[in-house]
C-alpha cells in the first residue's frame, strides 16, 4: 500500500496538471470565438466565388482553355493535407490522417504525392515512404491563420500543377467546422477546378444570367481562377484552426473532469490511509498500557 506521503505527492501532481488542462481550455476557448468569427466571414464569399467562377467557366466550355481549368486524365493525384502543429487536441489530427489514409487506400498507386501543411501530418506521412513536392510547417501554430501564408501555398500548388502535366488532379484535405463538439474531414478537389454541371435556368423554365465582359476571357480568367485556388487554401486553412481549437477546448474540459475525479479518489484514498494509521497507533497505545 502507497504511503500518506506518495499519496499526497500524487494528489498534488494531479492538481498541477489540472492547472495546466483549465489554462489551455481557457486559451483555446479565446482562440476557438477569433477563428469561428472569421470561418463564417469566409464562407459566403468562398461559396459564391465557386459558384460564380463554375457558372461562367461552364459558359466558355469549348472555346477558352486554361491550365487550371482544363480537364486532364485521372491517373495521378496530388494531396494537400492540412492538419495541426500541435497535439492535445482531441482526435483531431487523428481523423484527418485517417480520412487522408483511406482516401490513399481508395484510390490506391494514383497519389503520387504531397504536400502537408502542419507539423502532425507531415510527420505522420514522413514515415510512411509518401513524396512530399514540398512542406509547410509552423503556420497554424499559434492558432491565427495569415493570409500571406495561404498565397504563398496556392502558388506553390498552382506552379507544381502547371509545371507537371503529369498531375491530373490535385486535392485538399481539411477538417470543417460544425460546431466544438462536431468536426468533419473533408477531402475536396481543388484543381483543375470543377466546371458547372447543374441544369441552367433556361433548362428549368427560367431565365439565365448574362454576363458582360469588359476584357477579354483570358485576363479575366487569369486573374479569377488563381484566385479561387488561394480563397480555397485560406478557407480550408481557417477551417481546420477553427476545428483544431474546438476539438482541444472539448478534449481539454474533459481532462480537467477527469482529474478531478482522480484528486477526489485519490484523496478518498489518502483518508484511508491516515485512518488506517491512525487506528494503527491507537491499537498500539492501547496494547503498550494493557501489557504494563
Keep these: ?134 512542406e509547410y510547417v509552423g503556420l497554424t501554430g499559434s492558432g491565427q491563420v495569415v493570409y500571406a501564408d495561404a498565397v504563398k501555398i496556392a502558388q506553390r500548388i498552382i506552379d507544381t500543377f502547371t509545371e507537371d502535366e ?9 477538417t470543417e467546422f460544425k460546431t466544438v463538439l462536431s468536426q468533419t474531414p473533408v477531402i475536396e478537389q481543388l484543381l483543375p477546378i470543377t466546371r458547372s454541371t447543374e441544369p441552367g435556368p433556361d433548362e428549368l423554365g427560367g431565365s439565365e444570367a448574362e454576363y458582360i465582359y469588359e476584357q477579354p476571357p483570358a485576363e479575366i480568367f487569369g486573374r479569377l481562377l488563381p484566385k479561387q485556388v488561394i480563397t480555397q487554401v485560406y478557407k480550408g486553412m481557417l477551417e481546420s484552426v477553427a476545428s483544431e481549437q474546438g476539438s482541444r477546448m472539448t478534449a481539454m474540459d474533459s481532462a480537467s473532469k477527469n482529474a478531478g475525479e482522480l484528486i477526489d479518489s485519490l484523496t478518498l484514498n489518502m483518508n484511508r490511509i491516515r485512518q488506517a494509521a491512525i487506528t494503527k497507533e491507537i491499537i498500539e497505545v492501547v496494547s503498550g498500557a494493557a501489557a504494563a
Excluded at 166 to 174: M, Q, R
Design 166 to 174: 503529369t498531375i491530373d488532379k490535385v486535392f485538399v484535405a481539411f
Design 1 to 134: 500500500m502507497a504511503s500518506l506521503l506518495d499519496m499526497r505527492r500524487r494528489i498534488k501532481s494531479v492538481k498541477n496538471m489540472q492547472q495546466i488542462t483549465k489554462a489551455m481550455k481557457m486559451v483555446a476557448a479565446a482562440k476557438l470565438k477569433r477563428a469561428t468569427d472569421r470561418v463564417t466571414s469566409s464562407r459566403p464569399f468562398a461559396g459564391k466565388m465557386s459558384e460564380v467562377l463554375g457558372d461562367l467557366s461552364s459558359k466558355v466550355a469549348g472555346e477558352f482553355s486554361h491550365p487550371l481549368l482544363d480537364e486532364r486524365g485521372d491517373e495521378k493525384y496530388l494531396v494537400v493535407l492540412i492538419s495541426a502543429d500541435k497535439g492535445l487536441a482531441g482526435a483531431f489530427n487523428a481523423n484527418i490522417i485517417k480520412a487522408t489514409q483511406a482516401f490513399l487506400k481508395t484510390h490506391d498507386g494514383k497519389v503520387d504525392g504531397m504536400i502537408p501543411v502542419g507539423r502532425k501530418g507531415r510527420d505522420f506521412f514522413k514515415r510512411r515512404d509518401v513524396r512530399f513536392s514540398d
